[in-house]
């Protein structure tokens, strides 16, 4: 079936750097659409960051422009996160997920401590 695993998050000061990865199974990876998306404590999952099939085509939500960077290794079924100037409202739990897919992962939780 269908499965997220992600991984990297921890306690990082504001301003600080944080790459977290994504390990997929149950689908063609290669094929997919992938998305992050984060959810703060007390509010509702927000999208983040889009990556096409091929990982040439990026998107990301305004509020991590610039900072985040998305990627992928189709060869490796994984994806990453880059998230440099981490800012205190980026503590939430972070998910990623395929576009096509409603399957997700447990998350893995980014405290972002000022």
């Known amino acids: 079936q269908v499965k997220f695993v992600e991984s990297g998050g921890g306690l990082v000061q504001v301003g600080g750097s944080l790459r977290l990865s994504c390990t997929a199974s149950g689908f063609i990876f290669g094929a997919a659409v992938l998305k992050w998306y984060r959810q703060a404590p007390g509010k509702e999952r927000d999208f983040i960051a889009r990556?096409?099939?091929?990982?040439?085509?990026?998107d990301y939500a305004d509020s991590v422009k610039g900072r985040f960077i998305f990627s992928r290794d189709n060869s490796k079924n994984t994806a990453s996160l880059q998230m440099n100037d981490l800012h205190p409202e980026a503590t939430a739990v972070y998910y990623c997920?395929?576009?096509?897919?409603?399957?997700w992962g447990q998350g893995t939780q980014v405290p972002v401590a000022s």
């Open positions: 997920k395929a576009a096509s897919y409603t399957t």
């Open positions: 990556i096409d099939a091929t990982g040439r085509r990026k």
